[in-house]
């Protein structure tokens, strides 16, 4: 608490210092005496106030200071106003901005949820056309064994028969002659290759 910008310490200062002078019978006195003073100066105070409150609210203030005053808390306002409804056209804007935004976010989880969906379809028809070409790879090989395998035996039964052929005309025989039907095969077969 301060009185007459004296704080607590320095008034307890002041009241030691007083008593060390005056003595301390003479110090009651003194302090009524000053306390008198502060009454009577605080309420001559209080009357210069109300007065010149009272006298200078319009009186001193030039006409075209209030004016500009007037306009200038108008234009305060108005700033107000106008901020207040750019504050609540961007706070609309974004408003739609971010359901935009969540339109948009929730339409792209959805595209790459079909995309992924797609994709597993494609994975899933490809890896069984890959399988369906091996079972087909295997099944054509599994043929070309059986193919090679006849090649071979028929390759091998290619010379017996050409040897058969060939001593057969060696001996020249005459099929007609003799009663053997291998004799008579193999002239058939010579007949054969003649024509």
């Known amino acids: 608490m301060e009185f007459l910008n004296i704080g607590g310490g320095e008034l307890i200062v002041i009241v ?3 008593i060390v002078l005056f003595g ?5 006195k003194i302090m009524r005496t000053i306390g008198g003073y502060v009454r009577k100066l605080q309420q001559m105070w209080a009357q210069v106030s109300l007065g010149l409150k009272g006298e200078f609210d319009d009186d001193i203030i030039p006409e075209e200071i ?7 808390r108008e234009s305060v306002t108005e700033v107000q106003k106008t901020l207040a409804e750019v504050a609540a056209v961007a706070k609309a804007d974004l408003d739609e901005t971010l359901a935009s935004v969540s339109e948009i976010k929730t339409s792209l989880e959805s595209d790459i949820e079909d995309t992924k969906a797609t994709v597993a379809e494609i994975k899933a028809s490809v890896e069984t056309d890959i399988e369906d070409t091996k079972a087909a790879v295997a ?3 599994s043929s070309l ?3 090679s395998s ?3 035996n028929s390759l091998g039964e290619i010379p017996k028969a050409v040897e058969a052929i060939t001593a057969m005309d060696a001996t020249q ?4 002659s003799t009663d ?8 058939t077969i010579t007949a054969g290759e003649d024509i």
């Not at 301390?24 to 009651?28: A, F, G, K, T, V």
């Not at 025989?173 to 007609?176: H, L, Q, R």
């Open 173 to 176: 025989v005459d099929p007609a």
């Open 180 to 187: 053997d039907p291998k004799a008579q095969a193999a002239e």
């Open 24 to 28: 301390p019978e003479d110090i009651l």
């Open 139 to 141: 099944e054509i090989e």
């Open 16 to 18: 030691l210092l007083a």
């Open 145 to 147: 064994v059986d193919i």
């Open 150 to 152: 006849s090649v071979e």
């Open 66 to 72: 209030q004016e500009t005053i007037r306009e200038t």
